[in-house]
C-alpha cells in the first residue's frame, strides 16, 4: 500500500443507518451502495449481517453487484456473528469481516463483565474464525479512546498474530481532544511496525470528530471511518466530505517526506451522494454545513459577492464544480428538449447508468413537469431521477386524487389506486386533508398505518418547486418504513409518500 494513501471506510450503511430515523430499505441501500462505489470509497461497511435478516439479505445483495469497492460487514467477537458476516459477503469481488470487542476498563467491567485476559482470548477467537471466511480481518478496540495504553498493545499484538491486518481504534463516546488522538495513534502506529493498518473510527459528541481524524492522519492512520453527511449514532460520525476536501483542499500541509496524502475519492460524486443519502433518509445537513450545506457556497455580503466576482479565490478555498455542483445551475432543458438532450443532462449529473425504461419513465415526469413549471433546474431532475428509483417497488400505485375542503368544512378525501391490475376507488374523511387522504389509502389497501414523520420540502426556489414529501410510517405496530413522494402539488406528493412507504414494509414481508 502506497504510505501516503489514506484509504476511505465508508459505514454510511451501517453506523449511519443507527441515526433516529434513518433506517433504509433493501433498494435503497442497493442505490447509496453504488453511489457509493462510484466515490470510489475503498470499503463500504454495508451493515451488520447478524441483526437482521433484512440487513444479512442487504448485505448479500451488495456483495453480489458491487465491483470495484470492497465490501464489509460488521460482527460481534461471537461465533455466529461472525458466521453471518462471512456468509453474508462471500459473494464479493473483495471482502472483509470487521470483528470488535469492548477494551476499556468500564466496558470491560460494566457491559461485558469479562476479565482482560477473557477480552484477549475472544478477541483472538474472533480473529481466527474470520480468517476461515476472508483473508482481509479488521479488529476494532471498541471504546479505545478510553482504553488503557497498556492493554490496547497487548490486545493488537495477539490480534495481529491471529491474522487481523487493520486495527481500528474508535473514539466511540467522541470524548477524546486532537492532541490527546495524535498521541495514540503515534503509539499504536509505532508499536505495530507496519504489521498492520491503523485505522480510526471518531464520533462527533463534541463535535470534533473531523479534527480528529485529521489529526490521526498526521500521526499515522492510514484508513478512517466516516460518513456521507457525517450521519451516526447521536451526533455522528466523521464527515466523508469533510476529510476528503480537507485533505485535497490543505495539499500544502498535509504532506510527508514530499508526498502528499490523498485519497481515491472522486470528489466530484460527493454532491450527488449527499444529496442521495439525505433524500433517502429523509435527514437533511444544516444549511451552514460545510461542503455539502446548501449555503456551503452561497454568498449574501455586498462585499463577499463582489470579490467572488472579481476573483472566486477571493472568499472560496474550493470550487463548486470540485464536488459536482454544476455553477451554472440556470435553465437548460423545457419542453420541446427531447430524450437525446435529456439523456445527456442525466450522464452530465452524473446518472449514467439509466437503463432505456427508466430513462422513458423520468423523460415523461420530466415533460410533465415542464407543463406545470417554468423553470427546470438540476436539482429538479435530480429528484425526478431519484425519486423513481426509490418508487421502484409499487405493489400499489396511486393513480389519483381529489380533494374536498372549504373553511368551516369537513376535509374528504377520495383516492385511486392501481393493485394487481385492477384500479380500487375509495373515499374517506379525516381532521385535515393529509388525514383524509391517508385515511382513505388505508381502506383501500387494508393495512392501518401510523404516520411517525412527515416531511415537507422544497426541491428548489419559487412558488411552483415540487414538493417532496417523506413520510415514516409504523403498518400494523411493526417497525417504519419510510416513503418518498415528489410532485408540484404537495398533497399528491403526500399521497405518493405514504404509498411509497407501504410498499417499503411490503417489500420486506
Given at each position: 500500500?502506497?504510505?501516503?494513501?489514506?484509504?476511505?471506510?465508508?459505514?454510511?450503511?451501517?453506523?449511519?443507518?443507527?441515526?433516529?430515523?434513518?433506517?433504509?430499505?433493501?433498494?435503497?441501500?442497493?442505490?447509496?451502495?453504488?453511489?457509493?462505489?462510484?466515490?470510489?470509497?475503498?470499503?463500504?461497511?454495508?451493515?451488520?449481517?447478524?441483526?437482521?435478516?433484512?440487513?444479512?439479505d442487504a448485505i448479500a445483495k451488495i456483495a453480489d453487484v458491487v465491483n470495484n469497492s470492497r465490501v464489509c460487514s460488521l460482527a460481534r467477537a461471537v461465533d455466529s456473528d461472525i458466521k453471518a458476516a462471512g456468509e453474508a459477503i462471500q459473494k464479493a469481488?473483495?471482502?472483509?469481516?470487521?470483528?470488535?470487542?469492548?477494551?476499556?476498563?468500564i466496558h470491560m467491567e460494566y457491559k461485558l463483565k469479562m476479565t482482560p485476559d477473557e477480552?484477549?482470548?475472544?478477541?483472538?477467537?474472533?480473529?481466527?474464525?474470520?480468517?476461515?471466511?476472508?483473508?482481509?480481518?479488521?479488529?476494532?478496540?471498541e471504546d479505545a479512546g478510553r482504553s488503557e495504553m497498556s492493554f490496547m498493545k497487548e490486545i493488537t499484538q495477539a490480534v495481529i498474530e491471529a491474522g487481523a491486518k487493520t486495527i481500528n481504534l474508535p473514539d466511540t463516546v467522541g470524548y477524546r481532544l486532537p492532541t490527546e488522538i495524535y498521541n495514540m495513534v503515534k503509539e499504536m502506529v509505532d508499536f505495530c511496525e507496519d504489521k498492520a493498518i491503523i485505522s480510526l473510527h471518531n464520533h462527533n459528541d463534541l463535535g470534533l470528530a473531523v479534527a480528529n481524524t485529521l489529526a490521526g492522519i498526521q500521526a499515522g492512520a492510514r484508513?478512517?471511518?466516516?460518513?456521507?453527511?457525517?450521519?451516526?449514532?447521536?451526533?455522528?460520525?466523521?464527515?466523508?466530505?469533510?476529510?476528503?476536501?480537507?485533505?485535497?483542499?490543505?495539499?500544502?500541509?498535509?504532506?510527508?517526506?514530499?508526498?502528499?496524502?490523498?485519497?481515491?475519492?472522486?470528489?466530484k460524486e460527493i454532491y450527488t451522494a449527499s444529496r442521495l443519502?439525505?433524500?433517502?433518509?429523509?435527514?437533511?445537513?444544516?444549511?451552514?454545513?460545510?461542503?455539502?450545506?446548501?449555503?456551503?457556497?452561497?454568498?449574501?455580503?455586498?462585499i463577499h459577492q463582489d470579490g467572488v466576482l472579481k476573483h472566486q479565490e477571493t472568499y472560496e478555498i474550493m470550487k463548486p464544480e470540485d464536488i459536482g455542483i454544476e455553477q451554472n445551475n440556470s435553465i437548460v432543458l423545457g419542453k420541446h428538449s427531447g430524450r437525446a438532450a435529456f439523456r445527456d443532462k442525466l450522464n452530465t449529473l452524473g446518472f449514467d447508468d439509466i437503463n432505456d425504461k427508466e430513462l422513458n419513465i423520468a423523460f415523461d415526469r420530466f415533460k410533465i413537469l415542464c407543463d406545470k413549471k417554468k423553470d427546470i433546474l438540476d436539482d429538479d431532475i435530480r429528484m425526478i431521477i431519484t425519486d423513481e428509483k426509490l418508487n421502484v417497488e409499487k405493489i400499489y400505485e396511486l393513480i389519483s386524487l381529489q380533494l374536498s375542503d372549504f373553511s368551516g368544512g369537513i376535509p374528504s378525501a377520495v383516492v385511486s389506486i392501481k393493485y394487481d391490475g385492477k384500479v380500487i376507488v375509495d373515499a374517506a374523511i379525516g381532521n385535515g386533508t393529509v388525514d383524509a387522504v391517508f385515511k382513505t389509502i388505508d381502506r383501500i389497501t387494508g393495512f392501518n398505518g401510523k404516520l411517525l414523520e412527515y416531511q415537507v420540502n422544497s426541491v428548489t426556489e419559487g412558488k411552483d418547486a415540487l414538493a417532496k414529501v417523506i413520510c415514516k410510517v409504523s403498518f400494523e405496530g411493526e417497525l417504519p418504513t419510510i416513503g418518498h413522494g415528489l410532485n408540484i402539488d404537495t398533497m399528491l406528493a403526500s399521497a405518493r409518500a405514504y404509498v411509497s412507504a407501504l410498499n417499503s414494509y411490503l417489500s420486506l414481508k
Open positions: 500500500m502506497d504510505n501516503n494513501k489514506i484509504l476511505i471506510f465508508d459505514t454510511t450503511l451501517r453506523d449511519g443507518e443507527q441515526s433516529p430515523g434513518a433506517s433504509m430499505n433493501i433498494a435503497e441501500k442497493i442505490q447509496i451502495a453504488l453511489q457509493l462505489e462510484k466515490l470510489n470509497v475503498d470499503i463500504i461497511e454495508a451493515g451488520f449481517a447478524a441483526a437482521s435478516p433484512g440487513d444479512f469481488k473483495m471482502n472483509r469481516i470487521h470483528t470488535f470487542i469492548a477494551t476499556s476498563p477480552v484477549i482470548k475472544r478477541a483472538v477467537k474472533a480473529v481466527t474464525y474470520a480468517r476461515t471466511f476472508v483473508d482481509d480481518v479488521e479488529f476494532s478496540l484508513q478512517v471511518e466516516c460518513t456521507i453527511n457525517g450521519l451516526g449514532e447521536r451526533a455522528g460520525n466523521a464527515a466523508m466530505e469533510e476529510v476528503v476536501m480537507t485533505l485535497k483542499t490543505r495539499k500544502d500541509f498535509f504532506a510527508k517526506n514530499d508526498k502528499i496524502f490523498d485519497t481515491n475519492i472522486n470528489t443519502v439525505a433524500t433517502i433518509t429523509g435527514i437533511e445537513p444544516q444549511p451552514n454545513k460545510a461542503i455539502v450545506g446548501k449555503n456551503a457556497f452561497a454568498h449574501e455580503s455586498g
